[in-house]
């Protein structure tokens, strides 16, 4: 199953969300998306 997740804090991490949903199932990964196709590399927040 993948989750979608908007408004994010810019500051999120990866690993912040993996604590946050395993308490409810094995997580097998998590991907914050970002601007690296235009440049910035900055997280997109979601």
């Known amino acids: 199953m993948n989750i ?8 999120t991490t990866e690993d912040e969300l993996r604590k946050e949903f395993t308490e409810f199932g094995g997580v097998l990964s998590v991907t ?8 910035s590399g900055q997280p997109r927040g979601y």
């Open 32 to 39: 914050i998306m970002n601007d690296k196709y235009i440049g």
């Open 4 to 11: 979608y997740m908007g408004n994010l804090s810019l500051e």
